[in-house]
């Protein structure tokens, strides 16, 4: 069944098999690029099954050939001065606003609040990934549970490239461990499905003919545990990562995060350095054959 009828539901799609809702970026024409209609669109999805008693799990997926290419920063659809009710934050809204104040309130809305209040959903919650997922999409991916990767996924951070230390929810030295969150950083460069594995970043790498399978049968099987139970699980196993410093560690890391974009708007031309989705994919290309 399809949740809503208005413009939201063109970027998610929303549909309920037995007890799993699946959740669907629905921009594939541009990779799923996240703008802020999607964020939105999103959180209604996810509210929705939030609210359905007879929904135990939910899948998040991308249509198309990837996951999601990351932030929309140069479709036709970016949205940046769209007004949106505040949902995640008790901020003022970004519209309007200038400089630093238009940045930070923006991005503590539609980046890392709304990511925060998705891993905060009370029920299980699993990613399906498939091709790219970089930057923007990883946030997506690591607020999940569980993340079920295909052979042919691939993901990455370059947004060091415009000189900012890494996307919006810092959860790289938690999800890939120090080391290996530094190397990701500092080169920029792809890591493939099976590195993912063997770091711990994902649970499963299954072909991309068996993903939505795979993910649906294990979401089924989750499914028959209590529900209270899995939320309170949820619950503790987030309290103890965050009794490790994560929530802590992005407050700080958001300071340098915007930091940086201020930076770049007194000695470049923007707050990305002048950056684009085409020079950003340019500039990662040559660094992968460098």
């Known amino acids: 069944m399809t949740a809503n009828s208005d413009s939201e539901s063109q970027v998610v799609t929303y549909e309920t098999r037995g007890h799993v809702a699946v959740v669907s970026m629905n921009r594939p024409e541009y990779r799923n690029a996240q703008n802020s209609a999607m964020t939105y669109a999103l959180d209604r999805a996810f509210t929705t099954a939030v609210e359905d008693d007879d929904v135990k799990v939910i899948v998040l997926a991308g249509n198309g050939t990837h ?73 997506l991916s690591w607020v999940c549970d569980i993340i079920v990767a295909s052979d042919d ?76 139970g899995l939320a309170l699980t949820k619950k503790a196993v987030n309290q103890c990562e965050d009794l490790m410093g994560m929530r ?23 707050s990305l350095s002048g950056m684009d989705a085409r020079s950003m994919k340019t500039s990662a290309s040559a660094g992968e054959r460098t």
């Open 248 to 270: 802590s560690g992005m407050d700080s890391v958001f300071g340098l995060h915007h930091f940086a974009h201020s930076h770049n708007a007194e000695v470049s031309t923007d």
């Open 153 to 228: 996924a691939f993901f990455s951070d370059p947004v060091v490239r415009m000189g900012i230390p890494g996307v919006e929810y810092f959860a790289h030295p938690w999800v890939l461990g120090p080391r290996r969150a530094k190397e990701v950083l500092f080169t920029g460069e792809r890591f493939t499905a099976q590195q993912a594995l063997d770091w711990g970043m994902v649970n499963r790498v299954v072909p991309r003919a068996d993903l939505h399978g795979t993910a649906l049968d294990l979401a089924e099987q989750i499914a028959t545990m209590p529900g209270f």
């Open 67 to 139: 996951f999601s290419a990351g932030h929309d920063i140069g479709t036709p659809g970016r949205d940046v001065d769209a007004q949106y009710e505040n949902r995640a934050v008790l901020w003022w809204d970004h519209v309007r606003k200038t400089g630093g104040d238009q940045r930070f309130a923006r991005e503590m809305e539609v980046y890392l609040g709304m990511c925060r209040r998705w891993r905060e959903i009370p029920k299980p919650t699993i990613a399906a990934v498939q091709g790219a997922c970089i930057a923007g999409g990883l946030m």
